[in-house]
């Protein structure tokens, strides 16, 4: 959404994006629990994990911060968003108040906006989901790009994706082994 009031974008897609820092116990809690997660996906066992989350947890607490500074600063821009929007948002979001979703729906000044709830946690865009989002934010971004890239978003199909999600695991792999 920085982007978006920062540079001229064609569309943006908030997505299970906060407004409020209202709970930092809510996001450490999360956090904590993709870290776990994460880390039982590699494998490893229940000692390490409680003493490499509790590592990751302690080196974090600065980034907290740096969290609620951009939530805020973006909170304070949103009305400077003038792109057609799509707003998607979890109903169950364990993450962030899902009254997030109608902040920036409601803030916006984009005359094209439209608001999306999906029966999901955080992260809808792994889960059962994923194909349907993809699918619906791929026609969403083709109303609003130019004629030369409308074939190449038609012809997008989810499993390309992989390489991307493939990319976007191992940042998240390195994120969370950083020393």
């Known amino acids: 959404m920085r982007l978006a009031y920062s540079k001229k974008v064609k569309a943006v897609i908030p997505m299970c994006a906060p407004m409020f820092f209202d709970n930092k116990t809510q996001l450490t809690k999360g ?14 066992d229940d000692a390490t994990i409680k003493q490499e989350v ?3 947890m302690e080196k974090s607490s600065g980034m907290f911060q740096e969290i609620a500074d951009l939530i805020t600063d973006v909170k304070s821009n949103v009305e400077m968003i003038y792109a057609p929007a799509m707003v998607v948002q979890a109903k169950n979001d364990e993450m962030i108040n899902t009254d997030s979703a109608n902040y920036i729906y ?3 000044q984009s005359d094209e ?3 999306k709830w999906y029966d999901a946690t955080h992260v ?3 889960g059962d989901k994923k194909r349907n989002c993809m699918r619906i934010f791929m026609r969403f971004l083709s109303r609003w790009i130019g004629n030369n890239n409308r074939m190449r978003f038609r012809s997008f199909d989810v499993v390309k994706n992989n390489a991307s999600e493939r990319r976007c695991n191992k940042w998240t792999k390195k994120q969370l082994h950083k020393k």
Not at 31 to 44: M, T, V
């Open 31 to 44: 956090f904590r629990f993709f870290a776990k997660e994460y880390k039982e996906l590699e494998g490893k």
């Open 106 to 108: 409601e803030n916006i």
């Open 124 to 126: 809808i865009t792994l």
């Open 113 to 115: 906006k439209s608001i």
């Open 54 to 56: 509790e590592q990751l």
